[in-house]
Every structure is written in C-alpha cells, then in structure tokens.
C-alpha cells in the first residue's frame, strides 16, 4: 500500500515562509506526477502546483513568483516552498501521487492526510 506523509505546515505571519514535504513509501514502480492542493474553510481543494516526472511544472495564478515546487526523485518527495505567503493562503494542503506500481499497471491515485498552513499576524 503506497502512503503519502506531509510535514511542514504551521502558523506563519504575512510575508513569512514555509516549507511543505511530501513524503511517498510503498510499492512504487514508477511516479508520474505529485502535486499540492489545498482547500481554504467553506471552499472547495484547488490544485495549488504540479511537478511530472520530467521536471515540467505548473501552479495555479494565485501563487505564481511566489511559491515553488521540487522534488527528489531518489526520495519520492515532493517539496513545496512558499514564500512572501498571505492570509488568503490558509488552509489545508493536501498532497497526492499519480504512480504505477508495475511497468503494466494504469495510473494510481493517492492522496496525503493533509498539513494545516495558517498565515496570519
């Protein structure tokens, strides 16, 4: 069974910065993309960033210039550096794994348990 555990979240004033880590274990034959959501109280998850298996990167407008995202292919882990962060980035952020777990399989979806990120001063 593969598990995804993210780290990192935690109370932050306006301006501040974060570091969110996502770590995946289990049986992985290939990783496809990981990505980052999150979701603010009463609204619903929205991708945040993505990152493929070749390097190729999207974010959503809101935190472009702002936030970046990595990963560590030797690790399966995906990070997530937010930076000059606002308190309309609060909420849940939510990390998952498209994957295979044979070179026959079709794509595999996981989901992490989530981490709280509150910017506020």
């Known amino acids: 069974q593969v598990q995804l555990v993210e780290s990192g979240g935690g109370l932050v004033q306006p301006g501040g910065s974060l570091r969110l880590s996502c770590a995946a274990s289990?049986?992985?034959?290939?990783?496809?993309?990981m990505g980052w959501y999150r979701q603010a109280p009463g609204k619903e998850r929205e991708l945040v960033a993505r990152i493929t298996d070749v390097g190729d990167r999207n974010y959503v407008d809101s935190v472009k210039g702002r936030f970046t995202i990595s990963r560590d292919n030797a690790k399966s882990t995906v990070y997530l550096q937010m930076n000059s962060l606002k308190p309309e980035d609060t909420g849940v952020y939510y990390c998952?794994?498209?994957?295979?777990?044979?070179?026959?399989?079709?794509?595999?979806?996981?989901w992490g348990r989530g981490t709280q990120v509150t910017v506020s001063s």
């Open positions: 289990g049986s992985i034959f290939s990783i496809n993309s």
């Open positions: 998952n794994l498209f994957y295979r777990r044979t070179r026959s399989d079709a794509l595999s979806l996981t």
